[in-house]
């Protein structure tokens, strides 16, 4: 499995971001990048979408929106990503045809389950670590994950303070992917394309 991590944006978008990303994106270790925007306009997030999308489509990476499932069609972004209030996934789906939906399921077998059964195209389980980008997100219990493994048949993303020293156990328990944010774009030692290299 070379593609393994689901990487998300940073909070804010400079203009020193796109070299980053795509030097990010060169160690061909990424399967989805995820503009995670929260409080943005939408004409803004439309015009970091396209410069992004001509990068991500550039180094084969899927292009995930997070919540505003109403822009996929409008900056042409692969699919989005879904919390458990950001509208109900089968409108969304239909309306999306063969885009990709991915969900947030926390650490519940119940999310899980419904939104394999609505058609999610991933679920996405955590925090299993205390996480700079949700700090007060719910703990994930990793044996969601070889649960998962056994019984969805969906790709498993794990998120919340992954890092270099707790990302292999969480792969070992299942996980097809690992989301990775402030460790790439925020971290005091590495720079993002020093930090992406030390997941292997």
């Known amino acids: 499995m070379n593609k393994f991590i689901y990487l998300i944006s940073p909070n804010k978008i400079d203009k020193n971001f796109y070299i980053s990303l795509k030097k990010v994106l060169?160690?061909?270790?990424?399967?989805?990048?995820?503009?995670?925007?929260?409080?943005?306009?939408?004409?803004?997030?439309?015009?970091?979408?396209?410069?992004?999308?001509?990068?991500?489509?550039?180094?084969?990476?899927?292009?995930?929106?997070?919540?505003?499932?109403?822009?996929?069609?409008?900056?042409?972004?692969?699919?989005?990503?879904?919390?458990?209030?950001?509208?109900?996934?089968?409108?969304?789906?239909?309306?999306?045809?063969?885009?990709?939906?991915?969900?947030?399921?926390?650490?519940?077998?119940?999310?899980?389950?419904?939104?394999?059964?609505?058609?999610?195209?991933?679920?996405?389980?955590?925090?299993?670590?205390?996480s700079q980008l949700k700090p007060n997100a719910k703990k994930a219990n990793v044996k969601i994950l070889s649960w998962a493994k056994k019984k969805l048949g969906l790709p498993i993303v794990a998120i919340g303070g992954i890092n270099s020293k707790n990302y292999k156990k969480l792969i070992k328990q299942g996980a097809n992917y690992i989301a990775l944010s402030s460790f790439i774009w925020d971290n005091p030692k590495l720079k993002p394309d020093k930090a992406i290299r030390v997941f292997v």
């Open 26 to 130: 060169n160690s061909n270790k990424v399967k989805y990048f995820q503009l995670r925007l929260k409080n943005q306009k939408e004409k803004k997030i439309i015009q970091i979408s396209k410069k992004i999308i001509k990068i991500t489509r550039f180094y084969n990476v899927k292009f995930i929106i997070n919540d505003r499932h109403n822009l996929v069609k409008r900056i042409d972004a692969d699919g989005c990503h879904l919390g458990q209030s950001d509208g109900n996934i089968l409108n969304i789906k239909k309306s999306l045809k063969k885009k990709v939906i991915g969900v947030t399921c926390h650490n519940s077998k119940k999310l899980a389950n419904k939104a394999m059964a609505n058609g999610a195209s991933y679920v996405a389980f955590g925090s299993f670590h205390r």
